[in-house]
């Protein structure tokens, strides 16, 4: 997952973990573990006396005000049938409260794997997903967020915490993006982070969609330019193909099928997406990282064949 900057982590065990619980039941936890995927936030899975697990979130640098939107958001998903786990209503009638100073919110557990590599079905099963969240999502008017990396305020900031050998590479794509990211595309609620760590799937198909706290109003080439790299970085199939699986599958999906010129300017949009990955990946301490979404982001298009996908 990737957010605007890793944070403090804070010390826990069952007890304080207890009374946060205590918010929702003042049934006995008798088990925890740490879930080190979020960075954001924290997150803990607890077990009850009767067997049950949760999920306790601990906002750390996502605003805890957010989770009020990312809870309407959640019902929309869930509502046409997108898996995403959900806020539960704490005994203060609210989906988050506090504890010590500490913001949290409860999910309910839902089982499951995340992916080990991109095969051609879990590419096309992104595309469709990516589809339907767009469609259920559209018309719901998400304001920009600090979680939200793929924003061109939060890249810059990532970009003044680098000073890495590809600072000036990374300094002039933004500085060429800045345009683009003003054209008037369509816009949706995008996700701004599908891809394998953030989602559980089975049998080449995606079951559970998480990290819903990046979503915000934004152009929708951006989510199809982000999750084409973690391709890129980790997948087997080539540029092109990747690509033209994921548009079929997204069109097949979305309220609107991707537009010529949407699809002529994805090169545009992933240079930038890969620039602001690298920035992010700069400040946060994975340099080895750097270096290969500026070269994912650099592997050749062609637009002309995609168009008549």
Known sequence: MLMRRLSIRLPMDLEQLQR????????????????????ANQSFIVTTADGERFVIKIFITQEPESALIEAKIQERLNGDGIITPRYLQL???????SEKSHHFAISEFIPGQRPSR???????????????IHKALNGLQVPSNDSQWLSMPNAWRSLRQYSGQYTT???????????????PLPETTIHGDLMDDNVFAANGLITVVFDIETAQTG????????TYLSMMLRGDYGADDTMRLLIQAYNAEASHPLSSEEIGYLPDFISYTAAACAAWCGENTAGKFVGRYLEAGKRRLDTRLLKQS
């Open 91 to 97: 005994n203060n009638g609210q989906v988050m409260d």
């Open 219 to 226: 152009l929708r080439v951006l989510d199809l330019s982000r």
């Open 20 to 39: 946060i619980f205590n918010h929702y039941s003042d049934t006995k936890l008798t088990d925890w573990q740490k879930n080190d995927f979020p960075v």
């Open 169 to 183: 590479e990374i300094e002039q794509t933004l500085n060429q993006s800045e345009a683009i990211l003003k054209l």
């Open 118 to 132: 991109y095969t051609k079905s879990l590419i096309k099963s992104f595309g469709q997903t990516m589809g339907l």
